[in-house]
């Protein structure tokens, strides 16, 4: 038994469908710009034939289960979502081949990036990191994992999200500029992969801002249905 000065955090984890076991979660990495439309609309076009797919990351400890209230959050006054795909890897993998890339997948869930954008695009500006803008307290809202099953490698389904019932983010999964394999195989080439890694695939157009009051939902085919309520400021 460890003596430890202070009682060690949680294990940050979230519920598995179907089961009473948890998946521990140990990092969050997320992809930047991942849907052509919205490489766009932030101001960067992505050229696949000669760029490459890039990551920042989450602090585990900033995960937050699906159907909470947040409240509005400090340092901001442009609170985005973000509505993505999240792949939960259930192996270890370092230089995974793209044929090898089902064997990691332990399953998915509907994922939400939460984004202070003013203080993502102040960094992004600036050439600084975007840690302010994107690694806060409870701003990786995530489902529980659905286990793969017979779903395999996702390469299609619908992907939406609603802002109090309207539409704002509608897309296909098809349209990932990266999609799961050739993450897998692009991000291990920088990270031994390992079980308890949550990988956030990137958001489709149609980011916007959300309010106090404001109930964000999101849904992708297959997967299932992400919410979350926005509430007054600390
Ligand atoms: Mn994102």
Redesign the pocket.
Known sequence: MSNYVFPPAAVPSLPIVGSDARYAVSRIF?VGRNYHAHAVEMGRPVDKSTMKPFYFTKTPSTLLESGATVPYPCGTTNYHY?M?LVIAIGAEGFRVAESDAARMVWGYAAGL?MTRRDLQLVAREQGRPWDLGKDFEKSAVCTAILPVGNLGILDKGAINLQVNGETKQTADLSQLIWNIPELLADLSQYYHLQPGDLI?T??PEGVGAVKSGERITGHIDRVGDVALTIGQPE
Do not use: A, I, L
Request: glycine share 14%; proline share 0%.
């Open positions: 997320c973000e993505e990036d956030y990137g958001t």
